[in-house]
Structure formats: C-alpha cells, structure tokens
C-alpha cells in the first residue's frame, strides 16, 4: 500500500482504539455509579434498621430504667425494696450496654476497618474467659466443657473469638430453661476447629437456614418475647468469615440446638512455634 494509505489504516486503527477506549471508560463510569447506588442503598437499609432496632430494643429498657429511677428518686419505699429496684436498674443496663456494644461491633466489623490481631493460643484461653463472664453473669446456670485432647493452639484473634463465643452463649441462654444446662464441645474436623454450644431449648424453627438466622436484626422468632436485636450471631460469623471460618447450626437428638463456630486449623506445613503458643488459663 502507500504511505496515504498506510496512514489511513493507522488513523482507522486509531479512531477503533479510542472507541473501544470509550466504550470501556464509559461502562467503568456506568459501573462505578451503580456500585455507589448499591452502597448508598444498603447504608440506607442499614440505617433504618438501625434505627427500628434503636427504637425497639432499647426503647422498652430506656423507659424501664426512667420508671425505676423515678421511683428511687422518692424515697418512700421499704429498704428490700430498693435492693430489688436498684438490682433490676443493674441488669437494665447491662442489657442496654450489651446492645449497644453489638451495635457498635457490627458497623466495625462492616466498615472493614477491624484488623485482626491474631496469636497461636490453646482454645481453653478463650473458653476461660468466657466461663468467668457466665460464672458472673448467670450464677445459677449449668455450663459444661467437652475439650478434644487433640486439638492443637489455634491462630486467632482472642477479642473478636470472645465475642463471638459469647454471643453464641448468649444465644443458647437466651432460648433455653433455665434449669437446663448449656454444653460446649470443643474438637477437630480434619483441616478445622469446631467449638460448638449446645442447648435443650425448642431447637430451630422448621425450614429456617443458617443464612436467615445469620441476618442482621433478623430472630428465629420475630414475635418473641425474648430482648435482643437480632445482631449477636451475625457478628459471630462475621467475626468467623474474618478467620476463614463459618458457623454452622442444626437441631440436635433430644431436643435443642447447636451452634458451631468453624474455623480452619494452621496448615501442617507450618506449626507454630513452642515460644509463640500463649500459655492456657483455664
């Protein structure tokens, strides 16, 4: 061909590359603004979930606690009688401190600004602390540990897996009889930890899945009686996805249910070493 028609084809080339350029830049602009749509949309939900729950959840103890500080603001009542007000103002706020805590967990955890600050550790560290919490918490309940000899320290964060833990505790107090016992079953699955709590409480509603009840503000019975948000087993797994890990839940023989916090066991090719294993408190 000649030069004029070589710099034909060259411009022909040119002006398809822009094209496609075009073309790319505008599909990224296009994508990037539904990227920010979806965002702005799911902060929406979550905000007014937020909100509902804040209006709900706390709503009941707030006026409770008014009501009893009124009361003790008189001062015309028996002194037994200011012990069973003063300790019902106690586990009020406990309760709202608890949802409050679980609120702000879960904009953490989604905000992706948590680092995990993990360490090889036996799993009877965590579960030591966890048993002094309930030891303090619910006197009178029944909490057995079940601990495979097998098991070898696991790497992980030890703040986020206490609450994890704690609320799967929580959890199974919460739907259980008091006079039961809560159980926890700590083994290995092949290349994974299991750390289970168990209850004999009515067990999972039928046809519910672990995704549902892994919801934000979303409760295996909505019209319960029982407080809370709805927000304590979804940030277990969060807290679980963050380790490579998932929680797994089922009914079990007899009655009650199950809740498994799954996370994967250090690959073999690389045991921690003797200095790095944090000592066992339990």
């Known amino acids: ?19 496609l350029a075009a073309v790319a830049l505008e599909r990224t602009h296009f994508a990037d603004a539904a990227h920010q749509s979806e965002m702005r949309h799911s902060t929406e939900v979550l905000r007014n979930s937020i909100l509902s729950a804040l209006s709900h959840d706390l709503r009941t103890p707030l006026t409770g606690l008014i ?3 009124e009361t003790l603001c008189r001062g015309r009542i028996a002194p037994e009688q200011q012990t069973s007000l003063l300790t019902t103002l106690h586990t009020q706020a406990l309760h709202i401190n ?11 955890l989604r905000s ?12 009877e560290e965590v579960l030591g602390v966890i048993l002094q919490q309930a ?30 833990l704690w609320n799967l505790l929580e959890n199974a107090v919460k739907y259980s009889p008091p006079d039961q016992p809560i159980e926890i079953y700590v083994r290995r699955e092949a ?10 409480g009515r067990g999972l509603p039928q046809g519910i899945d672990i995704d549902a009840l892994c919801s934000m503000f979303r409760r295996g019975e909505p019209e319960s009686n029982i407080p809370g948000m709805g927000l304590g087993l979804a940030i277990a797994r969060t807290i679980a ?6 929680i797994l839940a089922g ?19 690389s045991p921690p070493a003797p200095s790095d294993v944090l000592p066992c408190a339990l």
């Open 1 to 19: 061909p000649t030069p004029q028609a070589e710099a034909g084809l060259d411009l022909e080339r040119l002006e398809s590359i822009a094209s």
């Open 67 to 69: 009501g009893i500080a």
């Open 98 to 108: 608890r949802q409050v805590g679980n609120l702000l967990d879960m904009a953490r």
């Open 112 to 123: 992706g600004q948590v680092e995990l600050s993990k360490a090889w550790q036996p799993a």
């Open 135 to 164: 030891q303090t918490q619910w006197p009178a309940r029944s909490i057995t540990v079940t601990l495979a000899a097998d098991l070898p320290p696991l790497y992980y964060d030890a703040v986020l897996m206490e609450r994890a």
């Open 191 to 200: 290349s994974h930890a299991l750390l289970s709590v168990c209850d004999r």
């Open 241 to 246: 996805r963050a380790h490579a890990g998932d």
């Open 251 to 269: 009914n079990r023989p007899g009655g009650g249910a199950c809740f498994t916090l799954r996370i994967p066991l250090a690959p073999a090719d």
